[in-house]
């Protein structure tokens, strides 16, 4: 069993920056790829960016690329999300989730744990 704990959200002016932290409990094979997912009112949970433990290969959505990193700290179990030049459509509950070899990036229901969300919100 793996639990995730998001943190660093916040309310952020457009235009601003913010770094968002998920802390693994544990490493294990069962896991290899680590996402970040995101939802707003009303719509669905939509795939953010996804990164590989070993080798640190990343994936991001149209939506966010060249505005948005992910990395790894492998000694600290951790992943972060630094989003940059935020826009009022970023605003939503932003999720960590953690896969097995099986995982397609981008669908949610093929991760096996995901954290309780942390709250994104950009204001103009």
């Known amino acids: 069993q793996v639990q995730l704990v998001e943190s660093g959200g916040g309310l952020v002016q457009a235009g601003g920056s913010l770094r968002l932290s998920c802390a693994a409990s544990t490493r294990s094979f069962n896991y290899y790829y680590m996402g970040w997912f995101r939802q707003a009112p009303g719509k669905e949970r939509e795939f953010v960016a996804t990164i590989s433990w070993t080798g640190g290969k990343t994936y991001y959505a149209d939506s966010v690329k060249g505005r948005t990193t992910m990395s790894t700290d492998n000694a600290k179990n951790t992943v972060y999300l630094q989003m940059n030049s935020l826009k009022r459509e970023d605003t939503a509950v932003y999720y960590c989730?953690?896969?097995?070899?099986?995982?397609?990036?981008?669908?949610?229901?093929?991760?096996?744990?995901w954290g309780q969300g942390t709250q994104v919100t950009v204001s103009s």
């Open positions: 989730a953690a896969g097995g070899f099986k995982v397609i990036p981008t669908i949610p229901a093929t991760y096996d744990y």
